[in-house]
């Protein structure tokens, strides 16, 4: 199973991407494979919408490293990709 060792791979990824940090070469491997990849989708929503909220509520423009660490763990990105 090529395709959920791929979402693994990106799946760390993903956080960056949603913030804007990701390099454009990832940028482009991560929005090809969420062409065909449902998982990947629902966990990128999740987290625009998680962070949205977050931008929100503290009014902030940046999220501290350790709150997005947080929030990541809290969300448990890996269940997304279990069966
Ligand atoms: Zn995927």
Same mark, same amino acid.
């Given at each position: 199973?090529?395709?959920?060792?791929?979402?693994?791979?990106?799946?760390?990824?993903?956080?960056? *991407?949603? =913030?804007?940090?990701?390099?454009?070469?990832?940028?482009? %491997?991560?929005? #090809?494979? /969420?062409?065909?990849?449902? &998982?990947?989708?629902?966990?990128?929503?999740?987290?625009?919408?998680?962070?949205?909220? *977050?931008? =929100?509520?503290?009014?902030?423009?940046?999220?501290?490293? %350790?709150?997005? #660490?947080? /929030?990541?763990?809290?969300? &448990?990105?890996?269940?997304?990709?279990?069966?």
């Amino acid at each position: 199973m090529t395709e959920s060792k791929d979402c693994e791979r990106l799946l760390h990824s993903l956080g960056e *991407y949603v =913030e804007g940090e990701l390099s454009e070469d990832l940028c482009a %491997e991560i929005e #090809r494979h /969420l062409l065909e990849c449902h &998982n990947c989708q629902v966990v990128v929503n999740t987290l625009r919408k998680t962070i949205e909220l *977050y931008h =929100e509520e503290k009014e902030q423009d940046v999220m501290p490293p %350790e709150v997005s #660490r947080r /929030l990541y763990m809290r969300l &448990n990105l890996e269940d997304y990709l279990r069966p």
